[in-house]
């Protein structure tokens, strides 16, 4: 009888039992009663069940607890390099006390058991004194105390946790940052105080204003607001002038320059006025505005600093050593000491460290990050592998043959860095309108003076320069950085990592759209996607199935997962790059590609040697079925279009976007995913090398802004050269690196919702500056009839900027977690 | 008031200047984590 049945993917979404988040895709378990988000969470939750809660005796418990759960990866590693006296010399600081301190990357942090479990450190490691972890950055600061324990050893003890450490690239300009931070919210701290005190003293001299006051009080009080802006005006509004300056000297616009003009005439005149004796002060205005906008863009940077950390850090995931073989002893060796000719050793599920020729051993090696390629392909000695590619099955002896910068990803690597550099940065739509906005004002005080000259020419230049603080761009100034950093944390949240406020800009502009197609429309692995035949034979399948690593055998037992499988003794001979023979109980198993499979079988059910074609124009690796010399059925493996991909490009395309595929997979299954998406023929292009996807993109840049969504190492390069790259989920780090957007949750609907949450974000920005110029508007009106003085601008001023923070932090401009979507931490 | 505004500017000075040393000594660097870390119980008594 023949079948042809659609295997569907099984996607299952779970919440964590301990905490309640989210179970990453790779992390869950299926048919396990419960699931955990990560090492920490199953590890108290194991001590919660047996004590009801966790208490003193946890720890012995929980490691013996850990051994038994540690995931199965690439044990073992002794993290040797760690020691190294030149790598502890660059990464670790040594304290007055002889300790040494030094900050490593975990993977699988995740909510607050790990927290908890990752402070247990001193307790587990005798010679660890502190360990503290930061939650949202994944990164734990250790000190310990070289004399009794090692680095490694300390590195081997967070792993048995179940948090691979990783050493921190790049930590010097990372303090150098850090010290900036510092000073930029010392700035805030200063201005904010001052601005508070100047205020103070103002409600007196309105005070005085209105029920009258001794002259000498209000000289005074002028006094000592002159001397407490000062500070301010100098260290906090240097910010802006320096960078007006720097526009005004490459010509370019710039907010700064209205905000200094505002800033300038505002502070000078008072301090004229001041020494003076009469006139108007505007020191209360003047401070609050300064203060306003150091925060507004110190909240910016904090947001844009997180989401490039988290992309940073990343990338410290890229292994940072090699196992050097000499006389048959493995050795590790920091990756940096690799040299041609070397004998290294590759373990089944690393990634190969560099360029060169198997020399012993056959495994199956997973290139898809490289080359787009979802099926893994069979290597034995004398092929060639690429470093980046992950070692799927066994263990690999490899002659090096480029190490670093000369390996094909290295090339790559350096294109994406020639790329990220050479992109111009847009003018924000804020500075564009900053340069008409200085010459309307400058206009309109000019004008002011000419009308009051005429008028009452002693009041004529109070009237002018009080038009000049009103008009003074505080909301105008905060509008975009306010909207732009409530959008970046909201997009934060709701799994969209955002590296800068431009970006939302830029995808608001329709152009083209390019999209990587294994792994971003689909999931980037093999899956049984079709079966034709002989249903009785699976059970058999599935047991002989289940004694190989191949991927296609990972992928039968996955869909078969749910099914009976036979009980009986199995034996098996696996075929490198053919297939499998097994004795299933009393029956012959053969499971494998059509040349292995019918070179051993006598007999074919009619209807299937046709099948083989079908599965193969369909753009499936067909693999047949032969059960007691018998061929009975033919599987179709293939990487299904994720579910939601049709729904979501249509939406990116209602929103005026030209879509295609750039893929490096076959042309004709490019064909068939594109067909099937509804894509033109002309956009769905196969075969492409990374150096072809770069080239097409920097060609498309000539026609308009282009958006690559891409998550392999071979999008990096045209990811950066994109008007904005965006990497999908489960991306490789180079990939992270070179993009722009980093989206956490995986689907093609993000990217539907990426563009919905820009064109919000725009939206939001359009009406902040909508407001803060009816304001000033209102200002000018004000200061051109002569009707404004010290009171009405310092209420008028902050009124507009607390409009424009309600305005930004009451968007809903990304959909979070708290809309409802996730369940959150409890 | 020429005394106490002076004493007024005094106080607040000393805030700021604890803000400063705050700032300073990376007490802001991160704001998620301590709020967590309070849930843990020591296992150990304080003060060791």
Known sequence: ?826 | MFILLPVALLFSAAALGVFLWASASGQFDDLETPSVRILHEDDEPPGR
């Not at chain 1, 590609?593 to 099948?611: I, Q, W």
Request: one cysteine or more.
């Open chain 1, 1 to 826: 009888m023949l079948l042809a049945e659609e295997v569907g993917a099984r996607v299952t979404a779970a919440a964590c039992a301990q905490c309640g988040l989210p179970v990453p895709a790779g992390l869950l378990e299926a048919g396990a009663p419960r699931q955990f988000c990560c090492a920490g969470c199953r590890a108290v939750h194991a001590l919660m069940d047996e004590h009801g809660r966790a208490h003193e005796h946890g720890l012995d418990r929980q490691r013996a607890a850990r051994s038994s759960w540690a995931p199965a990866r690439p044990g073992d590693r002794r993290y040797a390099e760690l020691d190294d006296p030149g790598f502890q010399a660059r990464t670790c600081r040594r304290g007055p006390d002889g300790l040494l301190a030094t900050e490593l990357y975990l993977e699988g942090v995740h909510c607050s058991a790990c927290v908890w479990l990752v402070e247990k450190l001193p307790g587990l490691l005798p010679g660890v004194v502190e360990a503290r972890l930061d939650l949202s950055r994944s990164q734990v600061l250790v000190r310990w105390d070289p004399g009794v324990v090692r680095l490694s050893a300390v590195a081997r003890q967070l792993r048995a946790l179940g948090y691979a450490p990783h050493p921190r690239r790049g930590m010097r300009a990372e303090e150098v940052r850090r010290r900036e931070d510092r000073v930029a919210l010392a700035r805030v701290g200063l201005a904010g105080a001052v601005a508070g005190n100047v205020m103070a003293i103002a409600f007196a001299l309105y005070g005085g204003m209105l029920n009258g006051m001794e002259p000498e009080f209000a000289a005074f009080f002028r006094w000592a607001s002159l001397l407490l802006a000062l500070p301010s005006v100098i260290w906090g509004g240097g910010v802006f002038f320096r960078g007006a300056w720097t526009a005004l000297r490459l010509r370019a616009l710039s907010m700064d320059l209205p905000i200094s003009l505002g800033l300038l005439a505002g502070f000078l005149h008072g301090a004229v006025n001041t020494v003076r004796g009469t006139g108007e002060v505007y020191f209360d205005s003047v401070t609050a505005l300064i203060f306003l906008l150091l925060f507004g863009r110190y909240l910016l940077r904090r947001q844009q600093r997180a989401a490039g950390d988290a992309a940073e850090l990343a990338a410290s995931l890229y292994p940072s050593s090699a196992r050097l073989l000499e006389d048959g002893q493995a050795r590790e060796v920091p990756l940096e000491a690799l040299v041609p000719g070397a004998l290294v050793e590759v373990r089944a599920g690393e990634l190969v460290p560099a360029d060169g020729v198997i020399v012993a051993g056959q495994s199956t090696v997973d290139a898809s990050l490289l080359s787009g390629e979802p099926v893994p392909v069979a290597v034995a000695a004398g092929d060639r592998v690429h470093a980046g590619t992950l070692n799927v099955a066994s263990r690999l002896e490899l002659r090096v043959e480029r190490t670093g910068e000369d390996t094909r990803v290295g090339r790559l690597m350096t294109l994406v860095e020639a790329h990220a550099r050479r992109r111009a940065p847009i003018v924000q739509l804020a500075d564009r309108i900053s340069g008409r906005f200085v010459a309307a004002v400058l206009v309109l005080a000019a004008a002011t003076l000419l009308l009051w000259v005429r008028v009452d020419p002693a009041r004529a230049l109070d009237h002018a320069v009080a038009l000049l603080i009103v008009t003074c761009p505080c909301a105008l100034g905060l509008a975009t950085p306010l909207a732009m950093s409530a959008a970046i944390g909201r997009a934060a949240r709701g799994g969209f990592l955002v590296k800068g406020g431009d970006v939302l800009e830029k995808l608001t502009r329709p152009g083209r759209m390019w999209l990587d197609k294994t792994g971003t429309l689909t999931e980037g692995r093999a899956r049984l996607v079709r079966w034709c035949g002989d249903v009785s034979a699976r059970p058999l399948v599935a047991a002989a199935e289940a004694h190989s690593s191949h991927p296609l055998a990972l992928a039968f037992l996955e869909a078969l997962s749910g099914e009976p499988r036979s009980r009986d003794m199995v034996e098996i001979i696996e075929t490198h790059g053919g297939g499998i023979e097994a004795r299933v109980g009393e029956r012959s198993v053969i499971v494998g590609s059509p040349a292995f499979v019918e070179s051993r079988a006598k007999e074919v059910v009619s209807g299937l040697a046709t099948e083989v074609d079908v599965l193969v124009g369909a753009g499936l690796t067909p693999v047949l079925v032969a059960v007691d010399g018998r061929v009975v059925a033919a599987a179709g493996f293939g990487d299904p279009v994720r579910g939601d991909a049709g729904a979501a490009l249509a939406r990116v395309r209602g929103l005026g976007w030209r879509l295609g595929i750039l893929s490096g997979d076959h042309a004709r299954v490019v064909a068939a995913v594109g067909a099937g998406l509804g894509l033109e023929p002309a956009m769905c292009r196969g075969g492409v090398s990374p150096e072809g996807k770069l080239d097409v993109v920097a060609a498309a840049l000539a026609q308009g802004p282009v958006v690559m969504v891409g998550d392999g190492v071979n999008d990096a390069a045209a990811l950066a050269a994109a008007t904005v790259g965006i990497a999908v989920h489960g991306g490789a780090e180079a990939a992270l690196a070179a993009a722009d957007v980093f989206v956490m949750r995986p689907g093609v609907t993000r990217i539907a919702e990426l563009l919905d949450g820009s064109r919000r974000t725009m939206r939001v920005v359009r009406r902040n500056l909508a407001f803060s110029l009816g304001y000033n508007v209102i200002g000018v009106g004000l200061a051109m009839s002569g009707a404004l003085n010290p009171l009405v601008a310092a209420i008028l001023m902050p009124l507009s900027s607390l409009t424009v923070i309600i305005s930004s932090y009451r968007a809903r401009t990304f959909r979070t977690a708290k809309d409802g979507e996730a369940p959150t931490c409890r």
